[in-house]
């Protein structure tokens, strides 16, 4: 079945980085973008970026931009988030998420079951 | 950036009601918006594209309508499996750059 699979749960210090990855399965990886977003505990959802899996071309949200970079590894079909400088405000579940698209509209329809990274001195 | 307002905050519906949720947008999106469901400790869950489209599998009690600034979720007969948080997002642009996701509205049991 179509699936997305996020790698474990990661603590961090402040200034650290991390990379959380998301394993696609059951599709055609380079098929269908790839849209990260993350939620802060009792929070709601914010999209951080977008990532073609077929040309690495990626789009962050400005509120992200410099921090975080998004790649991936074709052979693998998995794709990546690092997201650097952390502070404590970056403590949050990191959701990957599969972008379809049909006659002009957009959703994401597969995701993830979500990373959390926690982030402490 | 196009700010998504979503109201109310919380709704208290009894099983078997109408509930209609608001989403507001701060400048035209056009039908570029879609909704999603979320339960506790899951990932969420495609309802609506295109403002107004049911995903694949979504209930025929779960209807989106609206147009430019102006968006409803309306779910005709409230189950005890539609109690959870709904989010709107908007995708006004393509590729991507700046979506953006309401701050959710809770829908409760009364």
Redesign the interface.
């Known amino acids: 079945q179509v699936q997305l699979v996020q790698s474990g749960a990661e603590v961090k210090k402040p200034g650290a980085s991390v990379k959380v990855s998301c394993k696609a399965s059951g599709y055609t990886f380079t098929s269908y973008?790839i849209?990260w977003?993350r939620q802060a505990t009792g929070q709601?959802?914010?999209?951080m970026?977008?990532m073609?899996p077929n040309s690495g071309?990626t789009?962050?949200?400005?509120k992200f931009q410099g921090r975080v970079t998004m790649t991936r590894n074709t052979s693998i079909s998995t794709a990546y988030m690092e997201l650097s400088s952390l502070r404590s405000e970056d403590t949050a579940v990191y959701?990957c998420?599969r972008?379809v698209f049909?006659?002009?509209?957009?959703?994401?329809?597969v995701?993830?079951?979500?990373t959390t990274v926690t982030v402490s001195s | 950036?196009i700010v998504m307002t979503q109201s109310p905050a919380t709704l208290s519906v009894s099983p078997g009601e109408r509930a209609t949720l608001s989403c507001r947008a701060s400048q035209s999106v056009s039908?570029?918006l879609?909704w999603?469901q979320?339960k506790p400790g899951q990932?969420?869950?495609?309802l609506i594209?295109?403002a107004s489209?049911r995903?694949?599998g979504i209930p025929a009690r779960f209807s989106g309508s609206g147009s430019g600034t102006e968006f409803t979720l309306t779910i005709s007969s409230l189950q005890s499996e539609d109690f959870a948080v709904y989010?709107c997002?908007q995708?006004n642009n393509?590729?991507?750059?700046?979506?953006?996701?309401?701050?959710?509205t809770k829908v409760e049991i009364k």
């Open positions: 973008d849209n977003v709601g959802l914010e999209w970026g977008w073609n071309n789009g962050y949200a400005q959701y998420a972008v049909w006659s002009g509209s957009y959703g994401m329809d995701w993830g079951q979500g | 950036e039908s570029n879609a999603y979320q990932a969420p869950r495609l594209y295109g489209t995903a694949t989010y997002q995708y393509w590729p991507p750059r700046g979506w953006t996701f309401g701050q959710g």
